[in-house]
C-alpha cells in the first residue's frame, strides 16, 4: 500500500501512528494515514481491520485554585 521510502509502518506495529498523512480534514477531525488508520484529533484511531483505539493522549496538570 506504502509506496514512500523507507515504507511507513503497518497498521499492527506500536508506532504505526507515525505514517505518512494520505488525506487531512482538520475541519472534520481526522485524516487518513499512508497504512490505511484514520487518526483523530482527540487521539483516538481507527484502524484498517475495524478496531478502535480510544484516545491516548496525556492529561495536562490538575487544575490550581486560586
Do not use: K, Y
Not at 507515525?18 to 487518513?32: N, Y
Amino acid at each position: 500500500m506504502c509506496s514512500h521510502q523507507p515504507p511507513c509502518p503497518t497498521a499492527d506495529l506500536p508506532d504505526h501512528h507515525t505514517a505518512a498523512i494520505v488525506s487531512a480534514h482538520p475541519e472534520q477531525g481526522w485524516s487518513l494515514l499512508c497504512n490505511g488508520t484514520i487518526v483523530f484529533d482527540d487521539t483516538g484511531e481507527l484502524l484498517p481491520d475495524g478496531r478502535a483505539v480510544d484516545p491516548h493522549r496525556a492529561l495536562g496538570p490538575p487544575a490550581v485554585a486560586a
